[in-house]
Nanobody, 123 residues
Framework: QVQLVESGGGLVQPGESLRLSCTAS???????VAWFQQVPGKQREAVSC????????YYLDSAKGRFTIARDDPTNTVYLQMNNLEPEDTAVYYC?????????????????WGQGTQVTVSS
């Protein structure tokens, strides 16, 4: 059983940056780890994913070029660097992990979830 804890969310102005962290209670070396976003009334949507081998995928068109996902296996942490934030990025962001190590886009394909961290972009 792996527990995931997200941190790094907050209230920022448009154009600012945040770095979200997802720290696992144990090794996730062999898991793909993804970030999802959820806004009220909508299903969770995949934002980005990193494979066990470090390959990266960006699923949201709005995230491409602004967000960067990276993993640091020695610390069991996956980061989501979010630059040039827009009000449309406002959501709760969740990290998820699951095997095997390739990325999946559907939320039901991940075994472990964090509690979420709120990101609010507003002037």
């Amino acid at each position: 059983q792996v527990q995931l804890v997200e941190s790094g969310g907050g209230l920022v102005q448009p154009g600012e940056s945040l770095r979200l962290s997802c720290t696992a209670s144990g090794s996730v070396d062999y898991y793909a780890v993804a970030w999802f976003q959820q806004v009220p009334g909508k299903q969770r949507e995949a934002v980005s994913c990193v494979t066990s081998g470090g390959g990266t995928y960006y699923y949201l068109d709005s995230a491409k070029g602004r967000f960067t996902i990276a993993r640091d296996d020695p610390t069991n942490t996956v980061y989501l660097q979010m630059n040039n934030l827009e009000p449309e990025d406002t959501a709760v962001y969740y990290c998820a992990a699951g095997g095997p190590g390739y990325c999946k886009r559907r939320s039901d394909e991940y075994d472990y979830w964090g509690q979420g961290t709120q990101v609010t972009v507003s002037s």
